[in-house]
């Protein structure tokens, strides 16, 4: 399928986007709103059948693969399908992931293990897989999708936010390594969102320990019995605003989504500045002493 790439503008339109974890939550939304915009669409998921139905609308504009983002093998099979289909991909969207809730102690060596492996793992695979397909190209932009738990963590999530923190440590590097090569990158930090991460998507540690029943547990709770449903985040709307970040000839490298993760974050920036502040004279004594002049 060949598409005329006008060189006058660094995105061929319509773009082709690739986007893990599309069947449910912000890849579900994201998948509809690129497809009504317009665009080209290749959409992954463990279960790709769960997409049927916009496959019956949008058959010219997409192409459902089904992918393990914690297969590497099918990660590379998922891009060479999409060069065979539509020739190019301008739009990589790090969607696949899910979150761990229960205190740190109580996560067990393999429950924090596959949180990684999907994660931070996953999300290298499908980067890997692409990158060499947008360095070619010398365009793209990828769309990494963070947390406000990767800025701030919250007790009864500290596994998941371990894994979006590295997942931001890592962008934020590769940011600064394909930017000359043209690619673009943008971390993005969602709030709370009508998704299905507090509901189905939600897992919870098996081991529970009643010490923490004050603290992580009642995080785990509230989670599980007031949360869900009750998001103020619109997963449409988000949607619309990440086409937007896309198209903008230059696109933040952090995009706060909701006005809770706003306010969070700017809390956890003034007060890692009072700590700062607080206990300067301690950082800038660490130096060896200035040798007198004589």
Request: proline share 5%.
């Amino acid at each position: 399928m060949a598409h005329i790439h006008d060189s006058s503008t660094p995105f061929p339109s319509p773009r082709v986007w690739l986007i893990t974890g599309s069947s449910t939550g912000f890849g579900r939304a994201l998948a509809e709103a690129v497809l009504a915009h317009g665009d080209r669409l290749v959409a992954t998921a463990r279960h790709p059948e769960q997409l049927q139905d916009l496959a019956s609308h949008f058959s010219d504009q997409l192409l459902l693969l089904p992918l393990d983002v914690t297969n590497e093998e099918q990660c590379l099979w998922v891009m060479k399908q999409t060069m065979q289909h539509f020739g190019r991909i301008d739009v990589l969207v790090n969607n696949a992931g899910y979150g761990l809730f229960g205190a740190i102690e109580e996560a067990s060596a393999q429950e924090v293990r596959q949180q990684f492996e999907t994660n931070v793992f996953g999300l290298l695979n499908v980067t890997r897989a692409v990158l060499p397909v947008m360095r070619t190209q010398k365009h793209g932009h990828i769309l990494m999708m963070s947390s406000v738990g990767g800025f701030l963590s919250f007790m009864g999530t500290g596994i998941y936010n371990a894994t979006k923190r590295a997942v931001e440590g890592l962008s934020d590097a590769l940011a600064q390594e394909v930017g000359p090569l043209g690619i673009r990158l943008t971390i993005v930090e969602p709030g709370s969102f009508r998704t299905n991460f507090t509901g189905g998507s939600l897992k919870t540690a098996e081991h529970t320990i009643g010490a923490y029943a004050q603290t992580s547990g009642m995080v785990v709770e509230y989670t599980r019995h007031h949360m869900h449903g009750t998001e103020p985040g619109d997963p449409a709307r988000a949607a619309k605003a990440l086409i937007q970040v896309v198209e903008h000839p230059e696109p933040p490298l952090h995009l706060a989504l909701g006005a809770d993760a706003l306010q969070m974050m700017r809390g956890k920036l003034a007060e890692v500045k009072q700590d700062w502040e607080t206990w300067e004279a301690v950082s800038v004594s660490t130096a060896f002493p200035t040798p007198a002049k004589h």
